[in-house]
């Protein structure tokens, strides 16, 4: 019985499924989905490709030379939504409360239906109905919360199911490797391998205190996810649609590269919003006010990204073409819309390694000191007091 009853769904290699449903050609081969040159970024692969040591964010080029006879294809993105729609969809109806985390994966709160149905026993009955009407492969784990659920999901794959017992966190999670706790990456795991832990059991058993001064306030959330402890809830889903920003010159302006500078801030800092909270924009607006009130707008359609620099050159762009009366300007303003929910920060289909490396660094900081702190310098605006 489960006081508190959560269950972490994920789409097994999902954007590998969804191509073999399109091409049952690649089922059992090894399949890369990521850039179309050897710029970028290992978006996905399958578990054919795994063998041969290649992961997703990896170098296209190192992929290919670890596994040169896979199949290399672009991505796309747009398939790939609207299988996830369909999934979203099944679990709509059948689910009391879901979140959707990301692009393929899900958490639902059963709390209280073990009282009427068994708890594992609908989760089965609910990846049944996923594979039943979708074809793809998806694989989930039950606990008491979501840190605990999505560890088990990462065991159970692939394409499988398992129960951790209320009370039996810690005897699941103490043998397991410390990679294994969502949120500690590399450069994490290579400190704590320094301090001599690898498995999570031993990270459980260091005080609290210690991994403070190691790890500043990551350390105690280190030894709650060492311990199994996690109260976050289940948040209800809701789509966001769009989100927008708009500046009003204390003064009407023809200045240009201001207003080129100020556009590329303002993609910058919406697409930063964009990636804190895993969504991409598949369409960009910019809106010109002139000085008469008379407003106009251009619009363009885009493969999915939270790529500021893409994005700011692409909003640069259409206020080229918007802005055609060569009349003082009063208001500009710029909406990213059509957005997606994903774990794919950037557009790894086109993104090199090294700006997606770049843009994840500018974010650590940017979160940890403010998104105002650190901008690139071109797109600093030259005359900020001209604007509120």
């Known amino acids: 019985m489960f006081n508190r009853a959560i269950i972490h769904m994920d789409l097994d290699s999902f954007f590998v499924s969804v191509e073999r449903l399109k091409n049952s050609a690649f089922m059992e081969k090894p399949l890369i989905i ?32 670890l596994c040169p006879d896979a199949i290399f294809i672009r991505g796309d993105m747009e398939s790939y939504t609207n299988y996830s729609t369909v999934v979203s969809q099944i679990i709509r109806e059948e689910a009391p409360l879901y ?19 068994g708890c594992y026993l609908w989760g089965k009955q609910l990846r049944d109905k996923v594979i039943r009407e979708t074809g793809l492969p998806i694989s989930f784990g039950l606990a008491v919360n979501k840190l605990v659920s999505k560890v088990g999901t990462g065991e159970a794959k692939p394409n499988g199911s398992i129960q951790i017992e209320s009370g039996g966190e810690k005897s699941f999670l103490n043998p397991l490797p410390i990679k294994k706790l969502p949120g500690i990456g590399d450069k994490t795991a290579t400190r704590l391998s320094f301090m001599g832990v690898r498995k999570i059991e031993t990270l459980s058993q260091i005080p609290p205190a210690l991994l403070r ?17 996690d109260h976050s809830p289940v ?12 500046r009003t010159f204390e003064r009407d302006t023809l200045d240009i590269t201001h207003i080129h500078s100020l556009l590329s801030s303002m993609a910058g800092d919406l697409a930063y919003d964009l990636r804190q909270s895993g969504k991409m924009t598949s369409c ?11 407003t106009f707008t251009r619009q363009k359609k885009i493969s999915l990204t939270a790529s500021d620099k893409r994005l700011a050159s692409i909003a640069r762009e259409l206020f080229d073409q918007l802005y055609t009366r060569r009349q003082l300007i009063r208001l ?13 920060q950037l557009s790894l289909f086109e993104d090199h390694p090294k700006e997606i490396a770049l843009l994840q ?27 509120e």
Not at 213 to 229: R, Y
Not at 284 to 294: C, E, P, Q, S
Request: charged share 25%; proline share 2%; aromatic share 12%.
């Open 34 to 65: 990521g850039g179309g040159s050897n710029r970028g970024v290992v978006a996905s692969c399958s578990y054919e490709a795994r063998k041969f040591g290649v992961h997703s964010a990896m170098p296209i080029k190192m992929a290919r030379y």
């Open 99 to 117: 979140e959707k985390a990301s692009i393929d994966e899900f958490y639902l709160d059963l709390s209280g239906l073990d009282r009427y149905f």
């Open 213 to 229: 001064s190691e790890f500043g306030k990551n350390g105690q959330k280190l030894w709650e996810k060492a311990n199994g402890i």
């Open 235 to 246: 948040e209800p889903y809701s789509e966001k649609k769009s989100i927008s920003s708009e």
């Open 284 to 294: 960009l607006t910019v809106k010109i006010r002139y000085a008469d009130f008379n």
């Open 332 to 344: 500009i303003g710029l909406r990213f819309s059509g957005l997606v929910q994903g774990n794919q």
């Open 361 to 387: 660094k500018m974010d650590e900081i940017r979160t940890k000191f403010g998104r105002k702190l650190l901008q690139r310098a071109s797109w600093m605006p030259t005359q900020m007091n001209q604007y």
